[in-house]
């Protein structure tokens, strides 16, 4: 009983962090960044089953960070659409 209480705590400590993190402009650039690395608009048409599985798990990061920072649908959608507006990694 303990032991879960003790690892709810630190889920919350977890949570509160990446929530403080995604509110600062620091988080927000940061955020915009990884989205952009991840290549999260770009579809995934490579014969490589390696390179296939890289992009997929990189597109996975970015929807755990989303789900574990707890930002609201309209927060999520505007920093993924400012993301996807101001890359610096569009080809």
Request: aromatic share 8%.
């Given at each position: 009983?303990?032991?879960?209480?003790?690892?709810t705590k630190?889920?919350?400590?977890?949570?509160t962090a990446?929530?403080?993190?995604?509110?600062?402009d620091?988080?927000?650039?940061?955020f915009?960044?990884?989205v952009a690395?991840?290549?999260?608009?770009?579809?995934?048409?490579?014969?490589?089953h390696?390179?296939?599985s890289?992009?997929?798990?990189?597109?996975?990061?970015?929807?755990?960070?989303?789900?574990?920072s707890?930002?609201s649908?309209?927060?999520?959608?505007?920093?993924?659409?400012m993301?996807k507006?101001?890359?610096?990694?569009?080809?």
């Amino acid at each position: 009983m303990l032991s879960r209480l003790f690892q709810t705590k630190q889920r919350l400590k977890v949570i509160t962090a990446y929530k403080r993190f995604f509110e600062s402009d620091d988080g927000k650039l940061i955020f915009r960044d990884l989205v952009a690395v991840s290549l999260m608009y770009k579809n995934n048409q490579s014969t490589s089953h390696a390179a296939m599985s890289n992009t997929e798990g990189r597109k996975a990061m970015i929807l755990h960070i989303l789900s574990e920072s707890e930002v609201s649908v309209e927060e999520m959608e505007d920093m993924l659409t400012m993301s996807k507006d101001h890359s610096d990694y569009d080809d």
